[in-house]
């Protein structure tokens, strides 16, 4: 059975849902499970926790603790990471209130934007270490990311180390939940009331999760292009096999005009579904920034609230003692999501199959109008050989372009972090679509170094 290694086990959420969706595989029975994290605390409940877990479940695992991931590394077939240089929700609120000061307004400043950048590059120096050590320990594993930015750290992988990568994200659920909201009388689903949108938003997402899991078995979405600037391609009712595309397009400009109203647009005028909803979409739009229209307050875009997740944060791993205490059940952890790493894991382990519905690899000509070798998503297939995505096509030029800019600007800051080039850099966040002025790029970017450069020494050098 095989070594899998998490690294960044003791993450409230992530560590908790990972955990309990591979600890209750009986495929999986014998596994070997290394937790890592380097938080002494948070390691300790996540490893008492699994202690339970597979007491309790019969799972069979051999688990092992380490505050170091080198200790981890040694046979891992599965290396699965959430890492993130923190205070997450802290430096995230920093990011975004910098640009401030030369006049950029981030519309949400995590996965693109200059806070796209800086997030990235934050995470590169651990990330990279993590890498060259596997490139000697277990030069075979597959890398399994959780972290955002998506494109950017999975093209860290693939570009700068010789180690396989597969990101996996459930943005897509997004695209399900709009499409039912839209089709709900077609497809005879009950919308809950008050469902506003799929916001990135804790508040939202019951009613979000609500209409995903009900629309479904009802309906199959293909959907391509990078990770949070997704596009339907192609939309069916999976009972009679009919193209819904024609009655999405007529169906979702039925709804109220503040519903996904970004959304709404970008579909009208692009002809294509995107997936994300409004509070990612507006990361990858050239007209989402500009500070005399603000154009964030016309679509109602939401900021992420900074100070809730933390709190939240704090509270979930006081749960997760809880259980690992023995004074809470863990009855609710049989249903935990794993986002896919279950999924991949178990199909390449014992050679089944599996099509999983968006996973992120690097391009061989799955989007054929986007860049080889660039990061790109699409629906993939997994067995025992491996992971293999399906090939959609060519998207929409236009669409194609929007995406060329995220990718290009991506990788430039990629290698700008990974080899400390200021030029790089600066002509990273030059392309990016948020930026519309020559001197606040400059500006931003030795405010961000100057800012972190505990975390960038490779600038500094």
């Not at 029975?29 to 926790?49: C, K």
């Not at 934050?122 to 993590?130: G, T, Y």
């Not at 916001?199 to 995903?212: E, F, K, N």
């Not at 970008?266 to 989402?288: A, I, K, N, R, S």
Request: hydrophobic share 40%; net charge negative; with cysteine.
């Amino acid at each position: 059975m095989p070594k899998i290694t998490v690294i960044g086990a003791g993450s409230a959420s992530f560590g908790e849902n990972t955990l309990a969706a591979l600890m209750r595989s009986k495929k999986l029975h014998g596994t070997h499970l290394a937790l890592v994290d380097r938080n002494a605390q948070s390691l300790d409940i996540v490893h008492r926790l699994a202690n339970r877990l597979n007491r309790e479940w019969d799972s069979g695992f051999t688990i092992s603790a380490h505050a170091n991931h080198k200790d981890a590394l040694d046979g891992a077939n599965f290396v699965v990471s959430a890492i993130e240089v923190g205070p997450r929700e802290e430096l995230w609120k920093s990011d975004y209130e910098i640009t401030l000061k030369y006049g950029v307004h981030q519309p949400y400043a995590e996965n693109g934007g200059p806070g796209g950048f800086i997030h990235a590059a934050r995470n590169v120096k651990p990330l990279m270490e993590i890498l060259r050590d596997m490139e000697q320990a277990c030069p075979d594993a597959w890398f399994i990311n959780f972290t955002n930015p998506m494109v950017r750290i999975c093209d860290a992988v693939h570009r700068h180390s010789k180690i396989k990568v597969v990101g996996l994200c459930h943005q897509i659920y997004a695209g399900y939940g709009m499409a039912g909201a839209a089709l709900a009388k077609d497809l005879g689903i009950e919308v809950p009331d008050g469902l506003e949108g799929m916001h990135a938003d804790i508040m939202q997402h019951p009613l979000q999760q609500m209409v995903v899991y009900q629309t479904v078995p009802l309906v199959d979405i293909c959907a391509a292009g990078i990770n949070h600037f997704t596009w339907i391609v192609s939309i069916h009712d999976k009972r009679s096999g009919e193209d819904l595309y024609p009655l999405l397009r007529k169906r979702f400009f039925e709804l109220d005009e503040t519903f996904e109203s970004l959304t709404r647009r970008v579909f009208q005028d692009f002809g294509m579904f995107p997936v994300p909803g409004d509070t990612h979409l507006c990361e990858y739009l050239p007209w989402m920034s500009d500070p005399i229209t603000k154009p964030w307050e016309k679509f109602n875009i939401r900021l992420y609230d900074w100070e809730m997740m933390a709190g939240l944060r704090d509270f979930s791993l006081d749960r997760l003692n809880e259980m690992a205490n023995g004074d809470m059940t863990i009855e609710g952890l049989l249903d935990a999501d794993s986002e896919g790493a279950l999924e991949m894991i178990e199909n390449m382990v014992c050679a089944g199959k599996h099509y999983h519905l968006a996973a992120n690899l690097p391009n061989v000509g799955q989007i054929s109008n986007l860049p080889m070798g660039a990061i790109v998503e699409t629906p993939v297939m997994v067995d025992g050989a491996g992971i293999h995505p399906v090939h959609v096509g060519a998207l929409p030029e236009p669409i194609a372009e929007l995406c060329r800019r995220e990718l290009m600007s991506a990788q430039l800051g990629i290698d700008a972090a990974v080899e400390g080039d200021y030029e790089k850099a600066l002509q990273c966040l030059l392309l990016d679509p948020v930026i519309h002025d020559l001197d606040p790029a400059r500006l931003i970017l030795d405010d961000y170094l100057k800012t972190y450069r505990e975390h960038l020494p490779q600038f500094w050098k």
